[in-house]
């Protein structure tokens, strides 16, 4: 059975998710369980990319934010991070026809600063390449921490009221939404996470108060268009209250 014969129901069809963000995890696991070096993992997880913005695309998800490279991962083997440097700028490259092709508009969220040269530069390539398009929009968050972006948010809330510009007394949370690096972009409804790992790791702390958690046991590798109409009807079976009864 192909993975194309595999349809999203007319329910999930119904109560489809504005914006989808996903944790890719189990790039290493997937390669060490093949006796495979880590970049492996790495290149197999680009197509695994490539499926999920197809699919989702072709769903009419107005967003999906792709955890890419955490703030953490800066603390991995060298070797390891220039590799992902290089697979992350070479997808930037490829993709550019593919994503022009299904009308996808490319963001970035992080610190992209510490990126390297032939990165940032690509990256200002491709998303003006795609600026015109108005289907799915692409989030990559790269050089990512959820706190971090919380402590810049406050920085540039702080620097507000010190100029006068804003009292400490009207800040409310749309204060803060305005703020941060997803500013103008709505909260994620759906937050999936593969490789079974509970945790939210520093990801979109803010965005993702109320967003629906589907943990699935599958590694980012291995995770492709079937499994994500499987998350997309998990979550069409859940009946959201943000807090209400």
């Known amino acids: 059975m192909s993975s194309h014969s595999v349809q999203l129901s007319a329910q999930a069809k119904s109560s489809l998710p504005t914006h989808v963000a996903v944790i890719m995890d189990g790039n290493g696991r997937w390669a060490k369980e093949r006796n495979l070096p880590r970049v492996e993992g790495h290149r197999n997880g680009a197509e695994s990319v490539r499926a999920v913005v197809r699919a989702a695309g072709e769903f009419g998800i107005k967003y999906l934010t792709l955890y890419a490279f955490s703030m953490e991962n800066w603390s991995r083997p060298k070797?390891?991070?220039?590799?992902?440097?290089?697979?992350?700028?070479?997808?930037?490259r490829n993709e550019v026809g593919e994503l022009q092709k299904?009308?996808?508009?490319?963001?970035?969220?992080?610190?992209?600063?510490?990126?390297?040269?032939?990165?940032?530069?690509?990256?200002?390539?491709?998303?003006?390449a795609l600026q015109k398009n108005n289907g799915l929009t692409l989030v990559l968050a790269l050089s990512y921490g959820g706190r971090t972006e919380i402590?810049?948010?406050i920085r540039k809330i702080a620097a507000k009221v010190k100029l006068g510009k804003l009292d400490?007394?009207?800040i409310n949370e749309q204060t803060v939404?305005?703020?941060l690096y997803t500013k103008g972009i709505p909260d994620p409804d759906l937050l999936i996470r593969t490789s079974g790992e509970m945790?939210?790791?520093?990801?979109?702390?803010?965005?993702i108060s109320y967003a629906e958690l589907v943990?699935?046991?599958?590694?980012?590798?291995?995770?492709?268009?079937?499994?994500f109409i499987e998350a997309l009807e998990e979550y069409a079976r859940r009946h959201r209250?943000?807090?209400?009864?």
């Open 151 to 153: 402590v810049e948010t």
């Open 79 to 92: 070797e390891e991070v220039d590799t992902l440097m290089k697979y992350l700028d070479r997808y930037l």
């Open 102 to 128: 299904n009308n996808v508009r490319l963001e970035v969220i992080g610190q992209i600063y510490r990126l390297p040269e032939f990165v940032q530069e690509q990256l200002k390539k491709t998303i003006t």
């Open 168 to 170: 400490p007394e009207e």
């Open 241 to 245: 209250r943000f807090g209400t009864v």
């Open 215 to 227: 943990v699935t046991p599958t590694l980012w590798p291995d995770f492709r268009r079937t499994q």
């Open 177 to 179: 939404t305005q703020h």
């Open 199 to 207: 945790r939210v790791s520093n990801f979109l702390l803010w965005q």
